[in-house]
């Protein structure tokens, strides 16, 4: 089984599963049906196809879109520690981990 997009005036309309193209196709004439090479899904519905690549979705209000680097942008730059972005204070929280020493005592 295969992951297909279904497009309409270059946005993802819709993903499906099936055996093969033809098989899209034939269920769904007229549609534009692309096989996904790349990791998509339901919450990529909306998402825009650029020149043959599917355009992810936006992460958070506060990304900015870069046409060149084909990516979404955070406001401040990634830190080198594990670390997760928090919307709320636009900033990155460092990831702590404690070992089990640390949780025992």
Known sequence: MTIFAIIEN??????????????????????????????????????EVIDGKFKPPQPTESWTWDADAFDWIPPVPRPEFPSYWDEESLSWIEIQFTTTEEENA
């Open 10 to 47: 270059n946005v993802i309309e819709n993903v499906a599963v099936a055996d093969d193209k033809i098989t899209m196709e034939l269920l769904l004439p007229g549609k534009v049906v692309i096989e996904e090479t790349e990791v998509t899904g339901v919450a990529w519905i909306g998402s």
